[in-house]
């Protein structure tokens, strides 16, 4: 199985400031996806960014972006100019290369951010 | 329209009862998903639907009940629930092949076993 870890449980961040959450993951296959959700406290889970495998080019969207070090198995996510509405629970999510039957996503932990004024 | 609807958004049950979980959605998606979410942990994978038919059921106790009974909706049945079973039942949709993969999920049903 295909195992995602995010050492941080909490991470703090101030406004304006720029915050980097950690992810690691553990595989054998050379073609998968990784994402990051968020999920906001007692709100609906949303697409952060994502980022296919088989792309060297790190994948950005507005204020996040990520690093994807595909030998190192890590795919970091940085936060820019911070915002109060980034407050959530992060989570790291792994899936295998699309199937004709749905996919499975293997999440990490979670981290928690905090962003203060 | 990126929306999934769940319905209902709580739910207070007790052991005994028999009671659904409505999901739905109109992106034109062939895979459904329902997860299981503990406070302050990951969502859970319990069961896929791809073109109606259950496609991963991740050992689920047969007190919890998938139906899909069209490509729009996704429904959890349940009966004889125990209180560890309390949690935020999540439901998600997406793509199967070709297009944005990505797994759209809804507001969740929160979910009280008495």
């Known amino acids: 199985a295909q195992t995602v870890t995010q050492s941080q449980p909490e991470m703090s961040v101030q406004e304006a400031e720029t915050v980097t959450l950690s992810c690691t993951y553990d595989t054998s296959e050379s073609d998968y996806y990784l994402f990051w959700y968020k999920q906001p406290p007692s709100r609906q889970m949303i697409l952060v960014i994502r980022q296919e495998a088989y792309k060297q080019q790190n994948a950005t969207e507005n204020r996040f972006s990520v690093n994807f070090q595909k030998a190192a198995k890590s795919f970091s996510l940085k936060i820019s100019d911070s915002q109060l509405g980034d407050a959530a629970m992060y989570f790291c999510?792994?899936?295998?290369?699309?199937?004709?039957?749905?996919?499975?996503?293997?999440f990490g932990k979670g981290t928690s951010l905090l962003v203060t004024p | 329209d990126t929306e999934v609807t769940q319905t209902p958004k709580h739910l207070v049950m007790g052991m005994t009862n028999k009671k659904s979980l409505k999901c739905e959605q109109h992106m034109g998606h062939r895979a459904m998903y329902w997860y299981k979410q503990k406070a302050k942990k990951p969502p859970e994978l319990m069961f896929v639907y791809s073109y109606e038919k259950l496609s991963i059921n991740e050992s689920v106790p047969s007190r919890f009940s998938p139906e899909c009974p069209n490509s729009s909706l996704l429904n959890l049945h349940l009966h004889a629930l125990q209180p560890e079973d309390s949690a935020l039942y999540l439901c998600?949709?997406?793509?199967?092949?070709?297009?944005?993969?990505?797994?759209?999920f809804g507001p969740g049903t929160r979910l009280t076993v008495l």
């Open positions: 998600a949709s997406s793509a199967i092949a070709g297009g944005t993969d990505t797994q759209y």
């Open positions: 999510a792994y899936r295998r290369e699309p199937s004709n039957s749905g996919y499975a996503l293997n």
